[in-house]
C-alpha cells in the first residue's frame, strides 16, 4: 500500500465528510438518548469511509441491504433463537450469499455492508435484555438517518473534482468460491465463538473479526489483519487521550462533539491518505463504536477502552489463525483454488 503525503482539494473534503458525518451522528443518538448507539455512529463512517463518492445505486444497495438484514434477524433469530444449532447454518448461507456478491464485484457494497451489519445484529439479538423488534427499528432508524447525514456531508463538501470510475477485476469461478466459501465459513465461525463464550461487551472484537475478511483471500486477509490491530491501537489510544481531556466533563453533548470530530478529523486524514481500509478506518470504526456504545453522561469509556485493545488482537490473531488454515484447506481442491495462490 502506497500512502501519500499531501492531500489534494478531494481529500479534504473527502476528510470533512468523515469526521462531520460520524461527529452528526454521535450526537443525534446522545442527544436523543437512542439505543444502540454503535449503529448511529458506525453506519456513517462505514458508508462515507467505504465509499468516496455516493450516488443512487450506493444508496439504494445501502438501504436495501438494512432492510433485507432486518428480516433475516426477524427470521433467524425470531424463530431460531433458543435453537443455535439451527441458527448456525441460517446464519452460515445468509453470509455466503453476502460474500459471493463481493467476490463478483458489482454489488460489494451491498455485501460488505449487509455482512457487517448482520453480524452486529445476530449478536446484540443473543443478549436476555435486549428487544429484538428495538434492535431491528434502531438499525433501520440508523439507516436512515445515515443516507440523510451522508446526503447532508456531500452537500456542504462536495469533491472539488470528479473521481475515476473504480474498476472491477474480473475473478474466474473457483476464486469466486475461494472467496464466499472462506469468508462465509469465517463469519459464521466468529458468530459461533462469540454466542459460545457469550462474549456480550466485545462488540468491536467482532466486528474487527468481518472487515478484516473484506480482502477475501490470504494474502489480503493476512495484511489487514495487521493493519487492523494498528487501527484499533490507534483508536484506542486516541479514545484515551480524550477521555484525559474531557476528564470529568463527558456529560457535555458539545464538548464531546467537539473532541471527536477532531479525532475523527485527524483518524480520515490518515484513511484518505493510506487510500484503502488501512490503521487510520480502524481508527474510525474503533472510535465509533466505543463512543457509540459506551460513552453516556453517567460512564465514561475509559475501561471500555482497555477491554477493547486486548479483545480485538485476540479476536484478529485467532482469525488468521482460521483463514490460514481454511486457506490451504481450499486450494486443495481445484474448484476453489483461489488464482493469486494458484
Known sequence: MVRRQRLT?????????????????????????????????????????????IDAHVVRQFLLQSVVVSLEVLLIHGLFGDRPQ???????????????????GPLFMFGALGTVFLSMQLHFASYPETH??????????????????????????????????RSVPAKDLPSQRHEAVLGASLATLSFMVFQSLDLK????AQ???????????????????????LGTLLGCGIGLALQLVLYSHYDVLPLVTLIYWTAAFCCARLHVLEGAQGVGFGALTTLAIVFGQ???????????IAYRL????????????????LHRLLNRFPAFRHASHA
Not at 473484506?214 to 495487521?226: D, K, V
Not at 459506551?294 to 471500555?304: E, G, M, R
Not at 479483545?311 to 482460521?322: G, K, P
Request: charged share 10%; hydrophobic share 60%.
Open 9 to 53: 482539494e478531494n481529500d479534504l473534503r473527502q476528510c470533512l465528510r468523515l469526521a462531520g458525518g460520524g461527529a452528526l451522528g454521535l450526537f443525534v443518538c446522545k442527544l436523543m438518548g437512542w439505543d444502540n448507539g454503535s449503529f448511529f455512529c458506525v453506519y456513517p463512517m462505514l458508508l462515507l469511509g467505504l465509499t468516496p463518492s
Open 207 to 229: 466486528v474487527a473479526s468481518i472487515l478484516v475478511l473484506f480482502p477475501m483471500h490470504w494474502n489480503g486477509i493476512r495484511f489487514a489483519g495487521r493493519i487492523r490491530a
Open 86 to 104: 439451527l441458527m448456525a447454518p441460517l446464519a452460515f448461507l445468509a453470509f455466503l450469499w453476502r460474500f459471493r456478491l463481493m467476490a463478483q
Open 294 to 304: 459506551y460513552l453516556t453522561p453517567q460512564h465514561d469509556v475509559a475501561y471500555a
Open 132 to 165: 429484538l423488534l428495538d434492535l431491528i427499528a434502531s438499525n433501520l432508524a440508523a439507516a436512515a438517518l445515515t443516507v440523510l447525514i451522508a446526503w447532508l456531508m456531500f452537500w456542504l463538501f462536495p469533491d472539488a473534482e470528479s473521481r475515476p470510475a
Open 201 to 204: 461487551d466485545s462488540l468491536s
Open 310 to 325: 486486548s479483545s480485538v488482537c485476540v479476536a484478529v490473531f485467532m482469525t488468521l489463525v482460521a483463514v490460514f488454515v
